[in-house]
């Protein structure tokens, strides 16, 4: 099983996360769960976890746990690309398609990023549009997919950086770079690695700042 743990809080001892590790590993196993099994597993503090609730559930108030199965036959985490209203349509058939972008995520619009995974959803775009794509991580909720037309990727790359620092929190990061999809081979890589950067530096950028205002 492909297992990965996240611990937000950045407080729980690693003899604690090992021991979800083995815990997971064995149910996994217990249940006869495929090798290619995917499961992460986020360590987060009430006040986060009361957000996702609220905003995404409608329910007001910390829970224990929160599980998402991505699951094509569970019609919340079926990938799709946003928006999906008539009024959007006919305004995107004014839009030139090497400019229009399109937002891919699942149903409950919550880990929804992981939807640009499906790469048969791509592959139809990409020929929608007739181009190669290129992806921008807007958050761990959803991606956006634009024609490889729309712009450089290192400019792209920029701006996505800058999105991320100033408007998405940190807990909600997916990456400082921008995938490309070729509609030909039908794979996604990395188009870019301008800064070298991880959502670990933009931490380190802020400690500076953050000490400047204390001296302050």
């Excluded at 701006?159 to 070729?182: A, G, K, P, T």
């Excluded at 991880?198 to 302050?216: F, H, L, N, Q």
């Amino acid at each position: 099983m492909d297992l990965e743990i996240y611990d937000d809080t950045k407080n729980v001892p690693e003899e604690k996360i090992k021991l979800i590790e083995d815990i997971l590993n064995f149910a996994g196993s217990y249940l006869k769960l495929p090798e290619n099994t995917e499961m992460s597993v986020t360590l987060m503090d009430n006040e986060h976890i009361h957000e996702i609730n609220k905003k995404y559930r409608g329910v007001d108030k910390p829970t224990d746990v929160i599980s998402f199965a991505i699951e094509e036959d569970d019609p919340d985490e079926v990938p799709i690309i946003l928006p999906e209203d008539e009024e959007f349509r006919n305004m995107m058939t004014e839009t030139p398609d090497d400019k229009s972008m399109y937002v891919i995520t699942n149903k409950s619009k919550l880990f929804g990023a992981a939807a640009m995974l499906y790469e048969e959803n791509l592959y139809d775009l990409s020929q929608q549009l007739d181009s190669d794509l290129y992806i921008l991580p807007s958050s761990t909720h959803e991606v956006i997919a634009i024609s490889d037309k729309f712009g450089d990727a290192n400019e792209l790359a920029d701006m996505v950086y800058e999105i991320n620092m100033d408007q998405v929190e940190l807990s909600d990061r997916l990456s400082n770079q921008v995938y490309h999809y070729d509609k030909d081979a039908r794979t996604l890589r990395l188009a870019t690695n301008k800064f070298e950067r991880t959502i670990s530096d933009d931490i380190k950028e802020k400690v500076p700042e953050i000490e400047e205002g204390k001296a302050r």
